[in-house]
């Protein structure tokens, strides 16, 4: 099923504080990332550290996800207390309806409402709980994850395009930051009768700019619709963080000790996007 016995014993716990009875032979595997993964049962989530290193940045981004209150859309509350076993930490949440939006399409109208609600949290600076920016590529170092560690791994005709890319993003003008996901995009956010019912993995939400989150939804949902989900927005800004994207893949692969079958198949699959500018 999955190994470990300390993972069996705190997702045990977690699921039996949640109230939940479902035999552990019965849950599903849903989702398996680098020291973590998430667990389900017909009316669970759990996710789970397997190490020590990974259980504090799932309570903090717990802690925030609780934190976030009358949204129109459900987001994954806990539904019991933080379960722990050995180096495992388990976290029961609900487990959300929907099904992920079909790519290259979208009604504008719901994204620009999904956008206004996320943008309208009201988090200030002081939170303990938002993530660090640019935490998917490095966070305050972020720069130099790319040039150092991600530009050498591309084949070389690639590399002038992704110094491109970086001295774009590096030479943004500041803007006023707002509450925002992250990585507002694909099966992240769930759907259900023509409106969007879920958001999950909040791991990154932090202040940002807003222009980020228009970013990700325009990268899976089609860059056709992005005028109509923000009109009035700032030329080119958005499309910076779209060039971005796909170095902040490998930047994460790289950062997270991904394998090297793995890393081979991001580099392949990331390689034509560096070859054009329109993704989508």
């Known amino acids: 099923m999955w190994d470990g016995s300390d993972v ?23 989702e398996v990332g ?12 759990v996710r789970v550290a397997r190490d020590r290193q990974r ?4 309570e903090r981004a717990q802690r925030l996800v609780d934190s976030l209150l009358d949204l129109p859309f459900a987001v994954p509350h806990s539904t019991g207390p933080t379960a722990t076993a050995g180096g495992a930490t388990a976290i029961p949440t609900m487990r959300l309806s929907g099904e992920p939006h079909p790519p290259r399409s979208g009604d504008p109208g719901p994204l620009r409402e999904l956008l206004d609600a996320v943008h309208g949290v009201e988090l200030g600076p002081s939170c303990p709980d938002l993530a660090q920016r640019h935490a998917f590529m490095g966070g305050d170092g972020w720069e130099r994850v790319l040039r150092d560690r991600v ?4 084949q070389e005709d690639l590399r002038g395009e992704a110094r491109a890319r970086i001295d774009a993003y590096a030479s943004l003008a500041p803007v006023d930051l707002c509450f925002g996901h992250g990585d507002l995009a694909g099966t992240n956010v769930l759907w259900s009768g023509g409106a969007v019912s879920g958001v999950l993995d909040w791991d990154l939400a932090t202040l940002e700019d807003p222009e980020e989150d228009l970013a990700s939804l325009a990268w899976w949902h089609g860059w056709n619709v992005i005028d109509a989900i923000a009109p009035g927005r700032t030329p080119g800004r958005a499309e910076t963080y779209r060039d971005l994207f796909p170095l902040q893949m490998i930047a994460f692969h790289v950062l997270h000790d991904g394998d090297e079958a793995g890393l ?6 990331t390689a034509p996007l560096l070859q054009q500018r329109t993704v989508c």
């Open 34 to 45: 680098t020291g973590s993964l998430v667990l389900l049962t017909p009316r669970t989530a």
């Open 264 to 269: 081979a198949r991001l580099l392949e699959r």
């Open 55 to 58: 259980g504090p940045e799932i």
């Open 151 to 154: 530009v050498p791994l591309l």
């Open 8 to 30: 069996r014993s705190a997702v045990r716990r977690a699921l039996e504080g949640a109230g939940d009875r479902t035999p552990l032979r019965d849950v599903e595997v849903c």
